[in-house]
């Protein structure tokens, strides 16, 4: 027979869980703003070629990159949101 492990009453979150997941939150936002400045410095959406844009293609450029930054942390970034967000963390401690 399987035992199975009690679950809480649900009902809203502790003061304490709301904090933790509105700094994750906020600590991969950062993760992603730094990616996606990561990416630019690469040359990530820059074309220098006889199909290129005009100055609008840089500014839709911008919207790639920071997708693609998004998608990279919700695939589990590079593990700053974590740093970030134990940072934040031991801020709030104090």
Known sequence: ???????PPPG?????QAHDSTAMAAARKL???????MLKSTGLGEQ?????????????????????????VE???IGLAEMFCKSMMEKSDD
Do not use: V, W
Request: aromatic fraction near 10%; avoid cysteine.
């Open 12 to 16: 809203p979150k502790t003061t304490t």
């Open 31 to 37: 993760e992603a703003s730094f990616l996606a400045e």
């Open 1 to 7: 027979m399987t035992d199975f492990l009690p679950l």
């Open 75 to 77: 695939s589990g970034g």
């Open 48 to 72: 220098k070629n006889s199909f290129s844009g005009n100055a609008g293609e840089d500014q839709f450029a911008s919207f790639h990159r920071q997708a693609i930054a998004d998608r990279m």
